[in-house]
């Protein structure tokens, strides 16, 4: 996972664009990008599992919107709550689901998988759309992003647009340090192993439903993270935030990206996201079937996604693909 010196440097250039847009963007497209980094560290999540581990969710929207219903409810109508409470028990709620869910589903394999996600999924999603202490099918509202304080002191101040938007810029660089550390390290060779040939790699003396398991935790709580994230910054959740059609969404994030390389995903969720916006200026009424072009030009002439084009573009200079 050590990145080639073209791809760091291309790395570098689209963190220090992000960077700057706050200087130059209008607050609407600050705000999009916001939403769109927050929609690749999610996706990069499920990379994790289906890049990397080769176990395809279909459910990976639970532990987001999870994540978000748990913030909604731990912010009381008065007042924000303190992100050294909500973030930990977050994520602990997030990482037990993903736990609870991952014991179930490692012991299927293929569709079995698949399916099995799924439906836990939608086990969540008719919890809370039936569940009308939290808002039923409308959703609950979060009116106070989570403070950042030390004692009196505040540290940063999240209704600040600017200052969230930084926050989440750190966040997604620091998921993906983070990732890239955890694929570096043994584990993450065992776990691409699984995904090569898992007989071999059981043959070899590795548990490999402990591994998957472990993957899979680890990828449920990098979207509750995100999850997080997201209501921190719409204010909302609703159950549509779980629901198999954002599982969808995440999962064509991903394969239009890249999977397997990280960063595609990130690339996949800005190419979705702006293109989204400017099909629908372009054509409001039919945006949905430029959409679909541009989905179906991606699988046929880039068969490895957006982050093919650096391999392509490396192989015509002479060099290896990353």
Not at 12 to 28: Q, T
Not at 50 to 79: D, M, N, R, W
Not at 107 to 119: D, E, H, K, N, V
């Amino acid at each position: 996972m050590t990145p080639s010196r073209p791809l760091l440097i291309f790395l570098l250039l689209a963190l220090a664009a992000l960077a700057a847009f706050p200087l130059v963007g209008e607050e609407f497209y600050q705000g999009l990008v916001t939403r769109l980094m927050i929609m690749g560290i999610f996706a990069m999540s499920l990379d994790l599992l289906i890049g990397f581990t080769g176990l395809v969710s279909f459910g990976h929207a639970a532990f987001f919107g999870l994540s978000g219903y748990l913030l909604a409810i731990l912010t009381p109508e008065y007042g924000p709550v303190s992100i050294w409470i909500a973030l930990p028990l977050c994520l602990a709620g997030t990482a037990l689901a993903a736990l609870v869910i991952g014991w179930f589903s490692v012991r299927t394999s293929g569709i079995y998988f698949i399916m099995i996600t799924l439906a836990f999924a939608q086990m969540f999603y008719y919890y809370f759309n039936e569940n009308q202490d939290l808002g039923g099918s409308d959703g609950i509202f979060i009116f106070f992003k989570p403070s950042v304080t030390i004692g009196d002191f505040q540290l940063l101040d999240l209704s600040n647009h600017n200052t969230f938007y930084y926050f989440v810029l750190a966040s997604l660089v620091l998921s993906y340090v983070l990732l890239s550390k955890i694929l570096k390290a043994p584990f993450g060779q065992v776990i691409r192993g699984i995904q090569a040939n898992e007989a071999r790699t059981l043959a070899l003396g590795f548990n490999t439903r402990k591994y998957k398991l472990v993957s899979f935790v680890i990828a449920g709580t990098l979207a509750g993270f995100a999850g997080f994230l997201e209501a921190s910054h719409g204010g909302i959740m609703s159950p549509a935030h779980l629901g198999w059609h954002e599982s969808g969404i995440v999962m064509m994030v991903v394969i239009l990206g890249g999977m397997g390389t990280l960063y595609g995903p990130v690339l996949g969720a800005f190419a979705m996201g702006f293109l989204q916006d400017y099909f629908q200026e372009l054509w409001s009424d039919h945006w949905l079937l430029l959409m679909g072009v541009f989905v179906i030009a991606v699988v046929l002439f880039l068969p490895n996604g957006i982050a093919g084009l650096v391999a392509q573009l490396r192989r015509g200079k002479g060099g290896d693909a990353p």
